[in-house]
């Protein structure tokens, strides 16, 4: 039996409702990758055959979800910036795309895993071509992944039946800690009688799908104006809400759109991912209060660093916080403990993990983080809760641990070289960049 103490730390509990309480002083132990206690420092089980980890001074949060990303997007962090969404799509980042090898895409998968490691984030949601080789990466760092092959329908019907045989293959790999969806691009780029077959297939596999949907006002307005519908309802007409949806983005969910929803919260969930609708100007945001109050799950995101620029989920939560306060013109929204649940809990059960992880209680997989808030940014510490939100850095991770294995010790990544990472990926960095010759994976023009 795999035995690890977490010893004399404090504990973040993150309740499905009310505020999160910190206990002080408390003992972790894990065994074969479950929480089996915590309770009181030096008054637990003694197991002279567990490897110890000295949570002495810091706080142990849950793993913090990454409920939308692309991952192998990294490798075009910043390059495309101070451009609209039409041109950020169809002049940089669809033409640079079309360079990826699927060695490129382990590179890049590889180096989001540990980025995003380092800063907390234990599960991730990835939507992204070669989803094989994301999957290496993630079962290689040790981070939990749930994997989308990405699909258009312009790929063909043989492409999509690949996609699904993917799928299939990846879930459960690296000890179950990988687990895949269906990944159809969005409504505008996947036809009904596609999007009909992959809820088909969810059915079939028991999958889920993960797909982007309603961005943007602007693309329910012209699905409105093209199909007489919005971008919910197709799915809706579809079978995809009734498989089980993570939809990415939702700014344009309208008012009809959320009973619709709130029909199939049981297996859907929205994935907020505000930095990037700041950078495209985009509005309205993400209905939160909204969907919440429809008990639709909400989660955050980062979106592919080529938009985020970052997989730091901290930075997202905070803007989910600050955003909504301001789209509501309410300053008592979004409360710093709502803020936690939606990257811990809501980020838990979008990847359909709701029972498993997002909270530190006996009987759930051991993702656990424990954050140092004993920086000057951080000082003095009146509510730790609202440092989480407001002051920690990515940097003030110390140790994090993913299904009961240390993945990060004193700040270093165990499971990656990430020096020769970054040497492999500078040799490529200006190749990925060509948009030369021309070509585009696709064509935005919802």
Not at 154 to 173: C, K, M, N, P
Request: hydrophobic fraction near 45%; aromatic fraction near 4%; proline fraction near 5%.
């Amino acid at each position: 039996m795999r035995r690890l103490m977490v010893t004399s730390c404090s504990v973040l509990d993150v309740p499905e409702l009310g505020p999160c309480q910190v206990r002080d002083d408390q003992d972790i132990l894990v065994q074969d990758g479950d929480i089996a206690w915590i309770g009181p420092a030096g008054t637990g089980p003694r197991h002279p055959d567990a490897e110890i980890l000295d949570g002495s001074g810091l706080l142990a949060v849950p793993g913090l979800v990454n409920a939308h990303t692309h991952s192998p997007m990294v490798l075009m962090r910043g390059a495309a910036e101070d451009v609209s969404v039409e041109a950020w799509f169809n002049e940089r980042v669809w033409p640079m795309e079309v360079n990826l090898t699927p060695d490129d895409v382990r590179l890049g998968a590889e180096l989001a895993c540990a980025e995003m490691l380092l800063s907390g984030v234990t599960a991730f949601a990835d939507h992204y071509f070669h989803a094989e080789r994301i999957a290496e990466a993630a079962v290689a760092t040790g981070i939990r992944a749930d994997i989308a092959p990405t699909y258009f329908s312009s790929s063909g019907r043989e492409a999509l039946e690949r996609a699904a045989e993917t799928a299939v293959a990846l879930h459960g790999a690296g000890g179950g800690r990988v687990r895949a969806s269906l990944g159809p691009h969005a409504p505008y780029t996947v036809d009904e009688d596609d999007l009909a077959r992959i809820a088909g297939l969810a059915r079939e596999t028991g999958l889920r799908v993960h797909i982007h949907a309603a961005e943007h006002l602007e693309q329910t307005t012209s699905s409105l104006a093209r199909l007489g519908v919005t971008p919910v309802e197709v799915l809706e007409r579809t079978g995809v809400l009734d498989a089980g949806a993570l939809i990415a983005h939702g700014c344009g969910i309208t008012e009809p759109d959320l009973p619709r929803l709130a029909a199939y919260r049981d297996r859907t969930a929205v994935a907020c991912c505000p930095k990037v609708y700041l950078k495209h100007a985009l509005h309205p945001l993400t209905p939160v209060r909204d969907l919440l109050t429809s008990g639709v799950t909400v989660a955050a995101g980062t979106d592919g660093a080529a938009g985020h620029n970052t997989l730091d989920v901290w930075e997202a939560m905070r803007l989910v916080a600050l955003t909504q306060k301001q789209a509501e013109r309410d300053a008592t929204w979004m409360t710093v403990s709502d803020t936690v649940r939606v990257a811990t809990r809501g980020g838990a059960r979008a990847l359909g993990l709701g029972d498993r992880i997002g909270a530190l209680e006996v009987g759930r997989a051991a993702d656990i983080v424990l954050m140092d808030l004993r920086g000057p940014h951080c000082r003095p510490l009146h509510d730790p809760v609202a440092a989480l939100v407001y002051s920690v850095r990515a940097s003030d991770v110390r140790d994090v641990v993913v299904d009961g294995r240390v993945v990060v010790r004193d700040g270093r990544l165990l499971t990656a070289d990430v020096p020769g990472l970054l040497a492999g990926i500078e040799a490529r960095a200006s190749a990925l960049l060509d948009t030369s010759h021309g070509r585009a994976v696709q064509h935005y023009d919802p």
